[in-house]
């Protein structure tokens, strides 16, 4: 039986019989069962097809036809036409036109279009995020598939169930073309005839609209609503490329059916279309390549709505985490601080660490640190809760061990299984001390002007949440320029060391940073911290870091004027002419004035109810602070005093005068406090 070569390509409509693209189609048909090859000047043949695209991307690597099973009989060869020359010689040889070296080949089988797009659909599924997906689109069908392609996405893109409020825009998103190495030809989208000069690929995103508005029953509108992907020749995607290209749309799209316009649908509607481009000296695509497109478009469209969503959680998860971790720190008097955090992984972004520093009265500020177990959003929901009950415990002065013994509490409340570890110190810049209990945590690091650096042994007490433990506060120094270091233990445990040979590395690097500054000069806090998560390797991000670092400078005891007054009618005048003489002492006498009608009426007003002495505090630092406290827990209150009222306007003077101002509830009463700039 003799056999016949057959063609693989499908008759084309509109393809005239003078013009040479369509005799270099009608001379590039191959012969049954022929794979086309590329000759090469040593005599031997190049793969084509798949293969030769396999050769620049592993993915869409094809299997050769002898391993696919393909028929061993050897086809009849074609009678050469007459006229036709080498060109035609070289047509028949490779089974299209004229082809550089490196320009891929056209799918012939169907096993090839299953294997393009399995490794196309498994390449786009890689990708997490909107660019990823969009990107492996792209890579994937360039140029296996597709000599160049454009995206264009919804803008703004919806999420979920949103529906969207107004008109369909669409953003070119991406484009992509064969890279220039592969580019030989240096040809583009254009029609010669009309254009001289070919337009390169890479002028693609410079001359296509980047915003398309949809009209509501136009073209576009219609292709899109149809879902299926078209090719650019049938008449309603023709009307609708100059609506989705914008002006200038005939210089890219070639003739024939070497467009497709493919709808990108994700679960709910139209998110955006890809246009795929061949070259005018390719092969033509064929119906079953439209089948190729709707699985590329349907794939991407679904990745693109993952993504989205993907994005919005990452995006709740970011405000989640920044809500509950403070968004700056406070700057009390007589400390600095500086803090980092740092997520498990980059797709688990909250988790159950934190840090906080609460002012105190009295010029005292409170560090606190903890981690509760895992790093999910249940932890992270957690730890605000522990946080917010840390935070007005503090405001009440509680000694540190009560603090945690009502955080264990909650903790209870909140559940059986709700375990935390925290570390919680309250620092005093006027004593230079520092009162620290421990539920659990790692032991802090105390790094000495001198460049020692000491973990501080603080006894390490019961989780948070267990219930039924008494915990132990301790009372250490904290000289100026000693910096104190507050961590969770996922700076210093991991899978490859143990918590305690990591406390130890910690010692070892404080100690080396300070070295770098001299023993005189303490590092700086935010170098400091970034040299501290430097030691992390990289197996050792398992867990959430957090880190507080606090630099103790300390109040010298020459800026600190302090009395006790008895509750008499004597003492606004008395606490008069004491802040009187340490404004002297100190060399502000041009805040005598102010300061003695303020400490006046606060004064007053604190020995009105109070039953015990008065106590009287001046503080010199980068402002003057008066502090005034009594065994009185009732705060007082700013009211708008009527004119027939005798008294009431001691606070309203206070709030006008002053450059801040507040009060807070101690254990054993009350502080009244104010500021004012110093000249």
Sequence with gaps: MTEQPTSFERPQSG??????????????????????????????TAPQGPEAAAQGDPEHSQPSATA???????PRPVPEQPGAGQQGSEERRTGQGVTKPGRPTPMRRDGDRLRFVGAATRRIARGID???IVMGLCRATVPTFSDAILVYLRDPLPVGDERPTGPLVLRLRRTDRIPEERDTEGGGFAIPSLQPEPTELTELSAITAELCEVRTGGALAEVLRGVRPVFTDSPAAHAALPELL????????????RAILAPLRGRRRVIGAALFLRRPERLAFDPDDLLVAAQLATHSALGIDKAVLYGREAY????????????TLPRPTGVRLASRYLPAAETARVGGDWYDAIPLPGSRVALVVGDVMGHSMTSAAIMGQLRTTAQTLAGLDLPPQ?????????????????????LYAVYDPVSHRITIANAGHPPPVLLHLGGRAEVLRVPPGAPIGVGGVDFEAV??????????????????????????TGIEQLREKLAATAQLTGPDHPPPLEALCDEVLDMLGPGDRDDDIALLAARFDGIAPSDVAYWFLEPEDAAPGRARRLARRALSRWGLEELSDSVELLVSEVVTNAVRYATRPVTLRLLRTDVLRCE????????????????????????????????????????????????????
């Design 15 to 44: 393809v005239d019989p003078a013009d040479p693209r369509g005799a270099l189609l009608r001379a590039s048909t191959p012969p049954h069962g022929a794979l086309p090859a590329q000759a090469r000047a040593d005599g031997e």
């Design 68 to 74: 696919a099973g393909t028929d061993t009989h050897r």
């Design 130 to 132: 909107l660019d990823e």
């Design 246 to 257: 914008g002006e200038g749309s005939e210089l890219i799209v070639p003739d024939g059916r």
């Design 316 to 327: 709740i998860a970011d405000e989640l985490q920044r809500t509950m971790l403070p968004e």
């Design 402 to 422: 009560e603090v945690l013994h009502h955080l264990d509490e909650q903790a209870q409340r909140l559940g059986t299984d709700r375990m935390a570890t925290c």
């Design 475 to 500: 009372e250490l120094d904290a000289p100026a320029g000693a910096t104190l270091l507050l961590y969770t233990d996922g700076l210093v445990e991991s899978r490859l060391r143990d918590v305690w």
């Design 628 to 679: 005034v406290g009594d065994d009185v827990p009732q705060l007082p209150r700013l009211r708008q005093a009527r004119a027939t009222d005798e008294g009431g306007r001691g606070l309203y003077l206070v709030n006008k005068m002053a450059r801040r101002w507040g009060a807070t509830r101690l254990s054993t009463g009350k502080v009244v406090w104010f500021e004012l700039n110093r000249g």
